[in-house]
């Protein structure tokens, strides 16, 4: 019997024989009694404290995620209100981001009345999206038109906003550029300039208005941007470091530029006339290139009612605003501010009447510097709106506004009637103010205007009073809210033409764009026609034809000379005669009249006429205009006989140093 000790039987208990450890699968160790199993409760007591770690850290990350969006969200709203997002990027849903669904309902709720426009603008924003476009080309080249104030510009700048809200688009920014800025080849630089810097731009959309009064050389620049995808530029230039094209000259600078392109930019052009005009412009091919042709129609009774709805309550708020009132206005109230859109101004009259709704509360507020409270009650009039505050009466709303200066209308009228004679000339200018007051009223109910042609040819014998006419009119039609400027550009042929060939067209758009808001007044103007073989008075003509037409809105030509010569120069150009409804004969001045005009002068000067002089002059001007009127000079030879008078004068008080200084006698009279 072999020996074992008690460590031995030991561990041959534990791992059996040869020190295997021994599994029994049979039988389980008895508990001993009175004793727990301490590992059953250390697992149970790790997976509570694991429970509790798992809870703890969810709680945590939680917090921290939401914390972190709250602080997210929060420098999104900063950054949108310091203009460096768009307008509503913190309301654009997680599902629209990067997409356009759903983007022209969002559209529309602000740009009301355009439905299928808005659809075709967001539809023109899209199709590079669709089809693919590579930079530096154009994304998309889009006409939008229509009439004004249709919510052309709106929609355009509510769709960029909206765009960039969703990521569709790095910034809302729109570039603009004005191309009546560019009328002749002399802005060639400037407008190369301008158009570097627009297409280099923060955003992505380039606007161009008034394509109509460019000079086209530049316009084939912008064909060649749509059409080839880049424009090739005529002399060296360098980009300098403040990032302005700069011409080079013949210096072979390294770095010059040579073309350029549209950076990858929507190029959107505006006008109210269609593609047609488009292609008379720009040429078959640039239409060809058009993605979009989206036209505006006009407003809907339903859409002006809601436009009108939706400009109130933004006044509304404005007035609690700034003037601590709230304001209150009824269906009446909203129709009578749908009713101020015009043909001329569009929806922009709507706006035009809640300004001057809000300028009249706020003179209203500022007669009295106690502090106002309580409700503004607007109801509305055949011929105006009432108002009233809390309880008290109705009053007219718009007389709290100052009334509109109607002396220089006044003054004016005056001058022209104090001139002698002339009637049928003053009848004409006065039915021009008569004119223009019914049409202000048809609008006013939103009726059609006619806008009526207001070129004019005057002719008659010299000394007739044209040019001092002409000079009034100008005035007159400022005054009476005709005309924008009023400035009177009076020039001759040496202003139309140039002295070398190529140098005509450009001088005269640069007059006409001179005159624009105003009168341009041609004296002698037949001297622009010396026969068919004058062809640099023939290119003035016909530039000047052109301009009017262009401008028939911003405009008043007025061309002055003898009747005969008058006749033979509008036969220069076959629609010169068609572009000026209104002529007006000088008749020459009577004895009589001619009489008075003397007297006038005189008491200009500072003198009289004895009563003995009247005769002896009557029947010198009768026989002189009996004679030659045109020669006599009509006017002119009543200013010319009155100095002759006046020297004679001077020369006979020296010799009678009693004599009255202001009296003039019929021995001062040098009568032939």
């Not at 089809?131 to 009439?147: D, H, K, M, Q």
């Not at 109509?212 to 620049?221: D, H, N, Q």
């Not at 009249?593 to 029947?619: F, H, M, Q, W």
């Amino acid at each position: 019997m072999a020996y074992t000790d008690d460590w031995e039987n030991l561990m041959n208990g534990v791992f059996g024989p040869g020190g295997k450890l021994r599994f029994d699968t049979q039988k389980t160790p008895p508990e001993k009694p009175g004793l727990p199993d301490m590992n059953a409760a250390l697992l149970e007591q790790q997976k509570k404290l694991d429970e509790m770690l798992k809870k703890q850290n969810a709680e945590l990350r939680r917090d921290t995620t939401q914390e972190a969006l709250a602080q997210s969200r929060k420098m999104l709203e900063d950054m949108e209100a310091d203009g460096l997002l768009a307008k509503g990027t913190t309301e654009v849903k997680q599902e629209h981001l990067g997409s356009f669904e759903g983007l022209a309902a969002e559209v529309k709720k602000t740009v009301l009345g355009q439905d299928a426009f808005v659809d075709g603008v967001v539809r023109a924003m899209r199709r590079p999206f669709v089809l693919g476009t590579e930079a530096p080309t154009a994304r998309n080249v889009i006409l939008l038109c229509g009439a004004p104030g249709t919510g052309r510009h709106f929609a355009l700048t509510e769709t960029a906003r909206c765009m960039a809200a969703r990521g569709l688009l790095q910034s809302d920014k729109l570039a603009v550029m004005d191309l009546a800025l560019y009328p002749n080849p002399g802005a060639e630089k400037l407008f190369l300039q301008d158009l570097y810097a627009a297409l280099h731009a923060p955003g992505e959309i380039l606007v161009f208005e008034h394509y109509e009064s460019c000079y086209p050389g530049f316009l084939k620049t912008l064909a060649d941007l749509a059409v080839k995808g880049s424009a090739p530029l005529s002399s060296r230039y360098l980009v300098n470091k403040e990032g302005i094209l700069v011409d080079a000259g013949t210096a072979l600078a390294p770095g010059a530029v040579s073309r350029i392109t549209p950076c990858g930019k929507y190029l959107v052009f505006f006008s109210q006339k269609g593609r047609e005009a488009l292609a008379d412009k720009f040429g078959a091919a640039f239409v060809s290139a058009l993605g979009d042709v989206c036209e505006t129609s006009a407003f809907a009774r339903e859409a002006l009612a809601a436009l009108a709805a939706q400009q109130l309550n933004a006044l509304a708020a404005k007035v609690k605003t700034r003037l601590g009132l709230t304001l209150s206005a009824g269906a009446d109230v909203r129709d009578y501010v749908a009713a101020q859109c015009s043909p001329k101004q569009g929806a922009a009259g709507l706006s035009a009447c809640c300004d001057k709704i809000f300028r009249a509360l706020s003179e209203y507020c500022l007669q009295t510097d106690a502090a106002l409270t309580g409700t503004i009650t607007l109801t509305a009039r055949e011929d105006g709106l009432d108002f009233a505050l809390n309880d008290a009466e109705p009053k007219k709303l718009f007389d709290l506004l100052p009334a509109a200066y109607t002396g220089a209308v006044e003054e004016i009228k005056k001058e022209l009637n104090d001139l002698v004679g002339l009637a049928p000339v003053k009848e004409y200018v006065f039915g021009l103010a008569d004119n223009i007051q019914v049409q202000q009223r048809r609008a006013a109910a939103s009726l059609k205007t006619a806008s009526l042609s207001m070129h004019m040819i005057f002719t008659g014998n010299p000394g007739t009073g044209k040019t001092t006419i002409a000079r009034l009119v100008a005035k007159y039609l400022k005054a009476i809210g005709a005309l924008k400027g009023g400035q009177l550009v009076e020039v001759s042929r040496g202003d139309l033409v140039g002295r070398y060939t190529g140098h005509t067209a450009p001088l005269t758009n640069s007059v006409i764009q001179s005159a624009l808001g105003g009168v341009l007044f041609i004296d002698e103007a037949y001297s622009l026609y010396r026969g068919e073989q004058d062809s640099f008075g023939l290119e003035a003509i016909d530039t000047l034809v052109k301009g009017m037409e262009d401008h028939r809105d911003e405009l008043v030509v007025i061309l002055a000379g003898y009747t005969r010569e008058m006749e033979m120069f509008l036969t220069a150009n076959s629609g010169l005669a068609s572009r000026f409804p209104n002529k007006i004969e000088f008749p020459d001045y009577t004895a009589d009249e001619l009489l008075d005009i003397t007297n006038v002068l005189a008491r200009g000067k500072g003198y009289r006429l004895a009563e003995s002089c009247t005769e002896p002059l009557r029947g010198y001007y009768e026989r002189r205009q009996a004679e030659d009127a045109r020669t006599a000079g009509n006017g002119r030879l009543a200013r010319n006989t009155l100095e002759k008078a006046i020297f004679n004068q001077s020369r006979r008080l020296v010799a009678e140093p009693a004599a009255e200084l202001d009296v003039i006698l019929p021995s001062d009279l040098e009568l032939q």
